[in-house]
């Protein structure tokens, strides 16, 4: 009797148990993220915002990097604090002012909430300028006239279409220089992988203007490069990568020109210098740094109390969600254990019953009880077939013994003398109960992995010579023509062993072995083929497989026997003797001594016109 499951231990409980944890953690979380919610809220609207403060920092570097200097910056500044409510004021490093949102005799901050300097930018505050910390606004002699500007416009329309045609959607923006691009709706510049045909390099070729002010760059950036490169002092030179939407200046390692290749450490100073030398190019086109003030940030940060009854709502709230959560977990946990139970109860069992449970659900737990029931059904399977198997042995080994101790009984009584003819019938049936036998022992052997083979290389040709040169003999005995038929291929073997010059597949296998396996299919063949019919053994070579292939022109398996040919003890037709039918293991050794050698064994066939069995071996060469 099964001893019932400690209460701590039971499904049910553990499940419980485990709910009203997480509800208090879910509750407790939930307090906790309603205070600090409440918290953050009276802290946004009574101090500063860290978004407001970036986005100002963002429109006035902006400024800066479009404008030549801040003389009309004032307008900016004023709508700015409009918008935000912060008194905004810029100033020259030294203090001198330039702009202020209140009168001039208010007082600044003690300190200056960031430096406004677009060829030194803050790089968490404006995307783009990661690498460099200039400000991508800031393009100075790279910004395109308007004839260039539309000539780039109409070569983008132009690529968009054919992208369009290859099947990649893209959208047309313009980088701050005023060049058109492509991106795709990820926002990769020119729609990330390129099409084939669209790749004419037309639209990413720099413009006059473009061209200029990258001759200036290298001249600013040249006698660093030629430092860098060292004695190939032509081995960097500053380009433009118009894959970027910030338009950065890249520089670019000749290795493909020179085939020199360049050290890390090279390829960091060559950035720098052209880093320096785009400051120096744009310093003209921007306007100088400044300091920006951001009102006072003096007033104490709010804390936030919960009262009386606010911690009565919460408690109330929290002790509500804790009941509804245990009445659920019970309600969910009682559906989840009682088929769980039934599966108890079913593989409580005794096992002849092979009970089944019913699938309520398509759970995890529906999921056990399929697998429940297939376990179920390949047990009462499997024991149908050691029912049948030891019927069919005990049958198999009773008739030759039979008829050896029914002669052998009648000769010592004096009735039958043994002449030759009775010994030589008693021979063929002590040659039945052996066959029998060591077709047992191989199959035993084969199931406990301990089937031994000799392996060796194996001509492929030879093998089959011999198979149908030991059935040459029972083939013409039954009236049936053997024919054999191996096909070379050219030049896959050399004289190294593995094979010969000719293309003859090899194998290494078990001769002894493949020739049971082989003989055994003839033997089949011979026994289901017609006089005058036809078995043909074929061998080939393909792709790194051997293929051997035993077909016959006999009276063929029915398709809804064809899955059981290879059991044992199986026959197609029931009422034939052990003796004209064979023992019916025949195949299923074949199957064994195949997959013995990494091999596998198939068979077609067709009612009244014959069988086809095919056998794939690894290649030897």
């Avoid at 099964?2 to 499940?15: F, W, Y």
């Avoid at 300097?117 to 606004?137: S, Y």
């Avoid at 003859?504 to 005058?532: E, K, Y």
């Avoid at 052990?578 to 013995?596: C, D, K, P, W, Y």
Wanted: proline share 5%; hydrophobic share 40%.
């Amino acid at each position: 009797m099964t001893r019932p499951i400690p209460l701590r231990k039971r499904l049910l409980v553990r499940l419980l148990i485990t709910s009203v944890l997480i509800a208090i953690c879910s509750v407790a979380a939930t307090a906790w993220l309603a205070v600090e919610t409440t918290t953050r809220a009276i802290q946004e609207e009574q101090g500063q915002v860290l978004t407001e403060d970036m986005d100002i920092l963002r429109q006035l570097s902006g400024y800066a990097a479009t404008h030549r200097d801040w003389s009309g910056v004032g307008k900016t500044v004023r709508a700015l604090s409009d918008r935000t409510g912060r008194r905004i004021a810029l100033t020259a490093p030294d203090r001198t002012p330039i702009a202020d949102s209140e009168t001039r005799d208010t007082a600044l901050p003690p300190r200056a909430a960031a430096a406004v300097d677009p060829l030194h930018t803050d790089t968490f505050t404006e995307p783009g300028a990661q690498r460099t910390g200039i400000d991508p606004r800031a393009v100075g002699p790279f910004r395109l006239p308007r004839a260039e500007r539309e000539r780039v416009r109409l070569l983008a329309e132009k690529r968009r279409a054919c992208f369009s045609i290859n099947g990649v959607e893209t959208a047309i923006t313009q980088m701050p220089s005023g060049r058109s691009v492509l991106v795709d709706e990820d926002g990769t510049v020119d729609g990330g992988q390129v099409p084939t045909p669209c790749a004419d390099g037309v639209l990413n070729t720099p413009t006059a203007t473009e061209e200029k002010a990258l001759a200036e760059l290298n001249t600013y950036a040249g006698d660093c490069l030629k430092g860098v490169g060292g004695k190939f002092p032509s081995l960097f030179a500053a380009t433009v990568d118009f894959t970027d939407r910030s338009m950065l200046t890249r520089y670019l390692g000749r290795k493909a020109e020179t085939g020199i290749g360049t050290t890390r450490d090279q390829d960091k100073k060559a950035q720098e210098c052209v880093d320096r030398a785009r400051r120096q190019q744009l310093e003209p086109y921007v306007a100088p740094a400044a300091e920006l003030f951001l009102g006072r940030g003096d007033s104490a940060v709010p804390h936030f109390d919960m009262s009386a009854a606010n911690k009565a709502k919460v408690t109330g709230v929290a002790g509500l969600v804790l009941a509804l959560t245990v009445a659920v977990t019970v309600l969910v946990a009682t559906r989840l254990v009682r088929p769980l139970r039934a599966l108890t109860h079913a593989a409580q069992q005794p096992p002849e019953q092979h009970v089944r449970v019913p699938v309520t659900t398509q759970d995890e737990t529906g999921i056990l009880a399929v697998a429940f029931n297939d376990l179920a059904d390949r047990r009462e399977r499997m024991e149908a077939q050691r029912k049948a198997m030891v019927a069919d042995i005990a049958h198999e080994l009773r008739t030759p013994l039979t008829n050896i101790r029914g002669w052998l009984e009648v000769t010592r009584d004096g009735v039958v003398d043994p002449d030759p003819e009775l010994l030589a019938s008693l021979h063929d049936e002590a040659v039945v109960l052996q066959r029998v036998i060591d077709d047992l022992q191989d199959l035993a052997a084969a199931d406990a992995g301990t089937l031994r083979l000799h392996r060796e290389p194996v001509r492929a040709d030879e093998l089959l010579e011999q198979v149908v040169a030991a059935h040459r003999v029972a083939a013409e005995g039954a009236g049936v023509r053997l024919h054999m038929s191996v096909t070379a291929s050219q030049g896959s073997h050399g004289s190294d062993g593995s094979g010969d010059s000719d293309g003859t597949p090899w194998l290494d296998a078990d001769p002894v072995r493949m020739r049971q396996a082989l003989g055994n299919l003839v033997s089949n063949a011979i026994r289901h083929t017609p006089a005058d019919g036809t078995i043909t053994l074929s061998c080939r070579r393909q792709g790194d497989e051997v293929v051997f292939e035993v077909a016959d022109t006999g009276s063929g398996i029915a398709p809804e026997d064809l899955p059981s040919v290879f059991e044992r003890f199986w026959r197609a037709e029931k009422s034939r003797s052990r003796r004209t039918g064979g023992s019916g293991l025949g195949l299923s050794i074949v199957r064994q001594l195949v997959t013995a050698h990494g091999g596998t064994v198939t068979v077609t066939s067709e009612l009244g016109t014959g069988s086809v069995f095919t056998l794939r071996l690894p290649d030897a060469g």
